[in-house]
């Protein structure tokens, strides 16, 4: 069964410190995203990625969001300058064809801010 | 403002009875209805999907969907301790269609 791979499962930083969380998406999958679950709360959209360019974002993923396909098999999630409330699940997902099936979740990066 | 709504639970069942899970949806251009199952600090976990009106089988498990009433429930038969988890709803938003809105997910014990 094809995984989407998540790396590191768990990344602490200082606030203010960069941090880029890495995905290896499913290989024949066209569609990417990445998603954050504060701890008790919903999974929350932040970013959708297709044809190396961002499809939609939400409200969170403001200015200090980026995410990049560096190249044919990686997909990272970059924060500039990490906050206290940055600290959650970040998963990262992947599906061949939009609006059609459910996604493919990575088992997710745990990021601590301190 | 788009909303899932779930009952937060906690829903206990014993083993080998029926589940029933039920979420609410806001946005009436959404096409598409997700349950995921999500174990304590794991990621979800696809269990099915539904597009049409009316109920879709797949081994224990059945989804229903009611569009007039912005309606998703997911049906567990013959619960079994394994089946513990949260389970989330999710329903596709956006203008692409492709980001989903979660709720907040129902937490479910079954007892041995």
């Known amino acids: 069964e094809p995984e989407v791979t998540q790396t590191p499962s768990h990344q602490v930083t200082q606030m203010g410190q960069e941090v880029i969380l890495r995905c290896v998406p499913i290989s024949n999958h066209l569609y990417f995203y990445w998603y954050r679950q504060i701890l008790g709360q919903k999974v929350e959209f932040l970013v959708s990625?297709?044809?190396?360019?961002?499809?939609?974002k939400s409200e969170i993923f403001d200015d200090q969001f980026s995410v990049e396909r560096p190249d044919g098999s990686n997909f990272t999630l970059k924060i500039r300058s990490t906050k206290l409330e940055d600290s959650a699940m970040y998963f990262c997902?992947?599906?061949?064809?939009?609006?059609?099936?459910?996604?493919?979740f990575g088992s997710g990066t745990r990021l601590t801010v301190v | 403002q788009k909303e899932v709504e779930q009952n937060s639970g906690p829903l206990s069942v014993p083993e080998g009875a029926i589940a029933s899970l039920n979420c609410t949806y806001s946005?009436?251009?959404?096409?598409?209805f997700f349950w995921y199952r999500q174990y304590s600090g794991k990621s979800p976990e696809l269990i099915m999907f539904i597009y049409s009106n009316g109920d879709k089988e797949d081994g224990r498990f059945t989804a229903q969907l009611n569009k007039a009433s912005q309606y998703v429930s997911l049906l567990i038969r013959d619960s079994q301790p394994s089946d513990s988890a949260t389970y989330l709803c999710a329903v596709n938003v956006g203008n692409t269609g492709n980001q989903f809105y979660f709720g907040t997910g129902t937490s479910l014990t079954v007892i041995p």
């Open positions: 990625f297709y044809n190396n360019e961002i499809s939609e």
């Open positions: 946005d009436r251009g959404s096409q598409s």
């Open positions: 997902a992947s599906i061949y064809l939009a609006g059609v099936n459910g996604y493919t």
